[in-house]
């Protein structure tokens, strides 16, 4: 819960002191000392900015100074706080990242979360995916989040052409909706996976760890295109 908190911008104590005024709901200072284990110094440094945050209330009662927690819920203005910051500088850092940007455009990704960059990617294209070699959705670790895909794919009206090792066609690759599957023989397919969205092309290396090799290319997205189109004549 600590690390969520200090996600959203909160240092170390001033996720304390707001988890212990969460608990204590109305509390002095020096309650809140106790129960937070933070110096008493900081608690009114942390209790200050997260004032400031609006999260944090006090009142006066008896000439003395009681802090509560806000309800949780005010957490989310942080988070819309943050947002808004980034959006209002994103024009600035697009124009810095095109300023930069070669005509190829290489980048490795790998792991389980190198994967989910890419297809998070194809649903940010909004264009046709046209797939060829070994099929993924058969991975256990991410057989949930392309549950998850597979509805966000078929909300933006997005469709998938694939051609899949012949194996394929029993398991799940094979109802996939909004698709066009076809099939070509488990020993052509090899350990690669290789989709085509946007002017993009990104490589799948079936290893132990999958490696994702994504190109951003016009010439090479459009080569790959015309050689999908060959093997799909020819595939069943």
Excluded: C
Aim: glycine share 6%.
């Amino acid at each position: 819960m600590e690390d969520e908190l200090r996600q959203l911008g909160l240092t170390s104590n001033e996720v304390k002191v707001y988890l212990a005024l969460l608990r204590l709901k109305s509390a002095l200072a020096g309650q809140i000392t106790e129960m937070a284990g933070v110096h008493r110094r900081n608690v009114y440094d942390a209790l200050e900015r997260l004032i400031q945050k609006g999260i944090v209330s006090y009142v006066y009662g008896r000439k003395r100074k009681y802090f509560k927690a806000e309800p949780p819920e005010r957490l989310l203005g942080l988070l819309d706080a943050k947002k808004k910051s980034l959006s209002d500088i994103m024009p600035h850092l697009l124009e810095i990242f095109r300023e930069h940007k070669t005509s190829v455009d290489v980048r490795v990704y790998s792991g389980k979360q190198g994967l989910k960059n890419i297809f998070e990617d194809q649903l940010r294209s909004k264009t046709e995916i046209l797939i060829f070699g070994k099929s993924i959705r058969n991975m256990p670790e991410l057989k949930y989040y392309f549950e998850q895909h597979r509805r966000s794919r078929i909300e933006k009206k997005i469709k998938v052409r694939a051609i899949f090792e012949e194996s394929a066609r029993k398991t799940q690759a094979a109802k996939l909706p909004m698709s066009k599957i076809k099939y070509i023989p488990d020993e052509t397919a090899g350990l690669t996976s290789t989709n085509i969205y946007g002017n993009k092309v990104a490589i799948i290396l079936m290893l132990e760890t999958p490696t994702i090799i994504l190109i951003e290319n016009e010439k090479l997205h459009e080569a790959y295109v015309n050689y999908f189109e060959i093997l799909w004549r020819g595939a069943s």
